[in-house]
């Protein structure tokens, strides 16, 4: 059971126009919400995160929006560049139950985007 | 600089053999995980280890050895038992955030 779904494993966009990558997920106990960019053959760099008791956090060209009632996150990329063009994970944890596995991150299966010149 | 540091980047490895990938950190994080990347999915967990002398099984620990003796230090043994080892290995730890290697990739000839 995928607890974090990403269901458009591709997106292309203009260069110059938005990136809209979207994350939907059921475990109501996450409450915290992360992107990662990852370049092939390398490891994962964090972009940008939002916890739960907000809806909206801005990082320069970076938005992440979070709908907690429809358990839906997006990245907004505006404007997209050739440079981003990479594969986008989003990936939830809950940050403050003292188990064993707190602060696991799950991982979605990641969105391809392509920015064309 | 402080961070995560993966070897081999490229691993072949013969089938019926164990292989063991390096993970070292300099962040003095506590926690440290073994994610697996397959084509198409989502990053996986295999061990992790919440402090030095203690590990854990993660989603999908068969087939997979892991040893914390050192705080900066696990290593993954992929051994003869893993059905399909073939896969992209990311090791990260944990400390105000995730940090990741930058991976080892693992082919099974």
């Known amino acids: 059971d995928q607890q974090v779904k990403q269901n458009s494993p591709s997106l292309s966009v203009q260069e110059g126009r938005i990136s809209i990558l979207n994350c939907d997920y059921t475990n109501s106990m996450f409450d915290y919400f992360l992107w990662y960019k990852k370049y092939p053959a390398e490891g994962p760099t964090f972009l940008i995160s939002?916890?739960?008791?907000?809806d909206k956090n801005e990082d320069g060209r970076f938005t992440v929006f979070l709908n907690k009632s429809a358990k839906h996150l997006s990245l907004h990329i505006v404007p997209s560049q050739p440079g981003d063009s990479a594969v986008y994970f989003c990936?939830?944890?809950?940050?403050?139950?003292?188990?064993?596995?707190?602060?696991?991150?799950?991982f979605g299966s990641g969105t391809q985007l392509t920015v064309l010149p | 600089d402080g961070g995560i540091t993966q070897s081999p980047k490229y691993l072949f490895r013969k089938e019926g053999q164990n292989v063991t990938l390096s993970c070292e950190q300099n962040l003095n994080h506590d926690a440290m995980y073994w994610y697996r990347q397959d084509p198409g999915q989502g990053l996986r967990l295999i061990y992790y280890s919440q402090i030095v002398n203690d590990f854990q099984k993660g989603d999908i620990a068969e087939g997979y050895s892991v040893s914390r003796e050192k705080k900066e230090s696990f290593p993954l043994t992929v051994t003869s038992a893993q059905k399909n080892p073939t896969a992209f290995y990311l090791c990260?730890?944990?400390?105000?955030?995730?940090?990741f290697g930058s991976g080892t990739r693992l082919t099974v000839v």
């Open positions: 990936a939830a944890t809950t940050r403050f139950i003292s188990s064993g596995s707190a602060r696991q991150l799950t």
């Open positions: 939002i916890s739960s008791i907000k």
């Open positions: 990260a730890s944990i400390g105000s955030g995730y940090t």
